[in-house]
């Protein structure tokens, strides 16, 4: 195959059918023909960028992606074989299986492409921008799309640096006809970062309000959509880390700074049950599929059950009865009473160490309505907790600390405040956030508990390009994890979250 034919089918399977856009908006693309015509009227260019907001949810949220990442994350635990969950849920893990024909496949494959086709149609639009093309009045949304498009660029760059050893960069600036070359994830995370800080600028500068239809719930302004880009840079920032080596040297003044200038409240996106669900949301909140996995829950045990369970062999681990003070697992009538967050249930559906008592049921409504009440993509305790675990790392007030984690402990746990004093003030904030984003965003748990290196052993701590790519590429395929290479081991002796000098149930 010449390399010329090469290249070009490259591009259209790296960006999904989606070709970029040629230097001049009017020379025809006898290949894609209706693009052509959709690129030719800026109202139709502003419809395709405000659409692609759903590759993004459907890329996380799916459950492809988020429940395969779910169970890797020890946040879920199953059996079943639908999207590799149970094999995830094995200890310990194999290899990633990166081939086209794996039950993994679309777990990593899916937020690839559609991610890419997210990167390619913020392209789209600041190449419109760049020719002439007006958007609205006299150019009076001008502003508005170039913004959107660096958030686009910012997001989807992101979470493939988040997931991925290397990938492409690719933006308005990018010259199509030469040979594509990979950039590391920090590479590619440096340029995420800076399409965030240049839609920054902009909001900063400028009024503006974004088509409700564009992100489902409410209308955004420039002053929100400033917010999402911070919000998203601390959780980037604290993600890309792939052991806890890593997440030590981050650089937490800069996460604190940029949580502290995010989202105060939790970000609701509006549902249809149709294009717009929770797939993670939805199925993790089915007892029956999924149950919610000890070693997330399991900290706030005070018996001493979950210490033997986490100290056992897999295959030696039953399910045990949490005994805790903490409202959000168990109620305040008995050790069995429903908490806010999960629900015991006398039966398991799985077996050995996929086995658990607990069901996620701070989501169910989302199940009960058919995927169609809304939903938070963004939980505000997220930020606040990153906050926390900077100061702490920085030897910053501890004082404000405690009263971070309390937010959450005290009003929605029920438990007793920490204090700046409390011993293993760390574990606390890391049960806090474990208990505070679960099922929130797809592989946030696997973000999270991949920097404190307490993934299971085996589990990769980042994926390969996807076989497809490779395959178009004529490049080998290769993967991670299992006994090869950035594979987890997972610490014997957890550390555990002590209650023992609260009320018992």
């Known amino acids: 195959m010449k390399i010329k034919k090469v290249i070009i089918y490259l591009i259209y399977i790296f960006l999904v059918s989606i070709v970029f856009s040629c230097a001049d908006l009017s020379v025809d693309n006898t290949n894609h023909p209706d693009k052509d015509i959709a690129l030719s009227r800026s109202e139709d260019v502003e419809s395709l960028v405000g659409g692609t907001v759903l590759n993004i949810w459907q890329a996380k949220q799916s459950m492809d992606m988020g429940l395969g990442f779910s169970t890797l994350a020890d946040e879920l635990t199953s059996q079943w074989g639908n999207w590799a969950i149970g094999r995830w849920s094995t200890e310990p893990r194999d290899e990633y299986d990166n081939s086209t024909t794996s039950d993994y496949y679309n777990m990593t494959a899916r937020p690839w492409f559609m991610l890419y086709e997210v990167i390619s149609t913020a392209r789209d639009g600041l ?82 309000v974004l088509p409700v239809e564009w992100i489902p719930g409410a209308a955004v302004d420039n002053v929100m959509l400033e917010k999402f880009a911070h919000s998203f840079m601390a959780r980037y920032m604290a993600g890309i880390s792939r052991n806890s080596a890593e997440r030590d040297a981050a650089d937490w003044n800069a996460i604190i700074q940029h949580a502290d200038a995010g989202i105060t409240e939790d970000w609701i996106v509006q549902m249809d049950g149709n294009y717009w669900y929770d797939g993670i949301k939805y199925f993790g909140s089915r007892e029956d599929w999924l149950k919610a996995d000890y070693f997330v829950i399991g900290h706030a045990d005070t018996s001493g059950a979950f210490a033997a369970w986490a100290a056992s ?85 501890l004082n404000l600390v405690a009263d971070i984690i309390n937010e959450t402990r005290v009003n929605r746990g029920g438990l007793e405040p920490v204090t700046s004093s409390t011993p293993n003030l ?18 946030l748990m696997y973000l999270e508990r991949r920097g404190w290196g307490e993934l299971g052993t085996g589990s990769p701590l980042q994926f390969p390009v996807p076989a497809g790519e490779l395959e178009v590429l004529l490049q080998d395929i290769y993967t991670f994890g299992g006994n090869g290479e950035w594979a987890a081991k997972r610490n014997s002796k957890p550390s555990l979250i002590r209650f023992s000098s609260y009320s018992q149930q």
Request: a negative charge; glycine letters at 8%; proline letters at 3%.
């Open 426 to 443: 760390f574990d606390m904030i890391k049960y806090e956030k474990r208990i505070e984003i679960f099922l929130s965003a797809g592989g």
């Open 127 to 208: 190449e419109a921008l760049n020719l002439g093309m007006e958007f609205g009045n006299d150019g009076e949304n001008n502003i508005r799309m170039e913004a959107f498009c660096r958030f686009l660029q910012g997001v989807a760059h992101g979470e493939i640096a988040l997931l991925f050893d290397k990938a492409f960069i690719v933006d308005e600036t990018t010259d199509l006809t030469a040979t594509p070359e990979f950039a590391t994830y920090n590479e590619v995370i440096i340029a995420a970062l800076s399409y965030f800080e240049k839609c920054i600028d902009i909001c900063e500068a400028n009024t503006f």
């Open 313 to 397: 062999s897999p295959d030696d681990r039953e399910p045990f009865i949490i005994h805790t003070a903490d409202r959000r697992i168990a109620g305040p009538d008995s050790t069995t009473a429903p908490g806010t967050d999960f629900q015991f249930f006398d039966t398991f559906p799985f077996e050995g160490h996929r086995a658990s008592y607990y069901g996620s049921i701070r989501y169910f409504d989302h199940f009960a309505s058919g995927a169609t009440s809304n939903v938070s993509w963004f939980n505000a305790s997220e930020l606040r907790l990153l906050k926390a675990e900077g100061l702490y790392r920085l030897n910053g007030d």
